[in-house]
Each structure stands twice: as structure tokens, then as C-alpha cells.
């Protein structure tokens, strides 16, 4: 096999069924050497075994995925969507630091959809504002960059309000680039007639937090979360969006995270493999080293 990008990382979705110590375990025998983690798999062992455990890994973090789900209105459930952010900061800035240098402090954000019964979604949409103001302050003083995710349309009424690239800038652009960033996706963006433009602009503003990648495949299952698929088997052309993110400035790890019943069911070492494959053959990123 040849030795895989030194920018890949495995986001932890892409091989799901793996614990935390099994997915440290197969990316790091794999030459691979970033991941992106999973909150759920970090409590499962705990926040002081998962710390430990990424140290003796040697690997980088690339981000934590995931916080958000805070367009509640004001009551209960939405304190309580707050504190769990407040929670995930901290893990992203201990779970960072306990990574191999290079490591980033990412705490990728999903907005959440629309609440129960609400169609009022530019109500929603500066809730997530509301709520990326209280958090800001936390993220600022832990060193965490809050990087807000656009999901694909399709998604806007139960997981993401945030639809566009564009819209996630006019959210981030309120407050300080040092602390709340983007994540550029390519199976929620590369639709996008606006991406490249959008792109330049979050280049401007130093906003690229993360870059993921996986690609756009049909038929669309049952399960339209499910959709994911291995970079080359679908429909988008990697190459110009790597292009225009680097040219944005963005010289991070990139990560590959992939929801796919067939991925999830296949061996997660045969799925690093093939990732790191793929990633070679289509992302579009030249041979140096992570900046």
C-alpha cells in the first residue's frame, strides 16, 4: 500500500462501528496520521481515558465533531443544548491538546433543525446567532475555534438550518475569526453555483475551519443521511473545490467522513485502506506535508 496523504484523516463517522480504541488503533497502523473524533466514542471510555488514549495514539486531532442543535426557543431545552456545548468545548480543547503537534482545536457545529411544530426558519437561523454569542466567550478563553456547518438543503428542516456556505459566513462573520470558523463539506456544498465565490470569501476572512470530503452518490437511499459515499464512486469533481480551499488559505488535515450502511458494515482497516486510496486518486492535493 502506498503511504497515505500526510493531510488524510479518518474522521471517526466513516469507520462508526469501531470503538475509540479500534479506530486509533486501524488509522495509525494504516500510515494515517490524523483523526477526527466522535464525541459519543470519547464518552463511552470517558473524557480522561479518551485523552490518554489519543496521546499514546501519536495521532492528530483534526477536530471534534459535534456540537449545536441549539434553535430551541428560550426554555429548558435550549439551556440544556447550551451547557452540552459549554461540555464539548472543554473536550475539544483537552482532546486537541492531547494529539500530536498539528493537532487542531475544531469543535464542528450542526445548527440543528427546525423546532417542534416551528416553520419560522429565519427565527431559527438567529437563534444560532443568539447561541454562538453565548458560546463564543468559552471557545475564545479555551483556545476552541467554533466551526459552523452548512448541511445540504435537504436537511434544513430536522438537522441544519444553515443550508449554504454562504449563510454559514453571514453567521461567523459576527464574530471574531480566531474563534468561530466554517466547515466546508463536500457532499452538502458541491451543488452550490455560489461554492468558489464563497470560498474566496471565507479565504478573506481566514474562516476555513475544517475541510471534509466524501462524495455524492445515487440513487439516494430510504435514509437520505445515509448518502454518503467514497470519494470516486459518485458525482463530484474534487479537484477545483481542494483547489479553491487551499486557495483560500486553508493548509489543515482534511478529513474524510463518510455515512454509509455498507462502509459502516465492511472492516474498519479495509475501510482506512480504501479511504486512503481513494483520497490519493480523487481529493486533488499535492504531495506536501501539512502546513
Known amino acids: 500500500m502506498t503511504r497515505p ?3 488524510l484523516s479518518i ?6 462501528r469501531a470503538s475509540l480504541a479500534e479506530a486509533l488503533r486501524v488509522t495509525r497502523d494504516a500510515g494515517v496520521e490524523a483523526i477526527g473524533l466522535w464525541r459519543e ?6 473524557l480522561t481515558t479518551a485523552v490518554r488514549m489519543v496521546a499514546d495514539s501519536g495521532l492528530r486531532v483534526s477536530s471534534l465533531c459535534r456540537g449545536g442543535f441549539f434553535t430551541a426557543e428560550e426554555g429548558a431545552e435550549r439551556r440544556a443544548a447550551l451547557d452540552d456545548n459549554r461540555r464539548a468545548i472543554a473536550e475539544t480543547a483537552a482532546l ?5 503537534p498539528g493537532s487542531a482545536p475544531i469543535l464542528v457545529l450542526v445548527a440543528g433543525g427546525l423546532p417542534a411544530g416551528s416553520r419560522d426558519l429565519a427565527g431559527a437561523r438567529e437563534r444560532v446567532v443568539d447561541a454562538l454569542a453565548e458560546l463564543e466567550p468559552d471557545a475564545r478563553a479555551a483556545g476552541v475555534v467554533l466551526a459552523v456547518e452548512a448541511l445540504h438543503p435537504m436537511y434544513a428542516a430536522d438537522r441544519a438550518v ?3 456556505l454562504a449563510q454559514a459566513l453571514d453567521i461567523a462573520e459576527r464574530f471574531p475569526a480566531e474563534s468561530v470558523g466554517v466547515v466546508v463539506d463536500t457532499f452538502h456544498l458541491w451543488w452550490d453555483p455560489e461554492l468558489l465565490p464563497q470560498l474566496a470569501r471565507a479565504g478573506r476572512g481566514g474562516r476555513i475551519a475544517s475541510y471534509q470530503v ?4 445515487t440513487p439516494l437511499p430510504a435514509d437520505v443521511l445515509l448518502a454518503r459515499g467514497m470519494m470516486g464512486d459518485g458525482h463530484i469533481d474534487f ?3 481542494t483547489a479553491a480551499v487551499e486557495a483560500a488559505g486553508y493548509s489543515g488535515d482534511v478529513e474524510v467522513e463518510i455515512f454509509n450502511e455498507a462502509v459502516w458494515a465492511s472492516d474498519p482497516a479495509e475501510v482506512v485502506e480504501r479511504t486512503a486510496d481513494a483520497f490519493r486518486r480523487t481529493v486533488g492535493l499535492g504531495e506536501t506535508t501539512r502546513a
Open 41 to 46: 466514542p470519547v464518552a463511552e471510555v470517558g
Open 5 to 7: 496523504h500526510p493531510r
Open 96 to 100: 486537541a491538546a492531547a494529539g500530536a
Open 162 to 164: 444553515v443550508s449554504t
Open 11 to 16: 474522521n471517526q463517522a466513516t469507520i462508526k
Open 239 to 241: 479537484a477545483p473545490i
Open 214 to 217: 466524501c462524495d455524492w452518490v
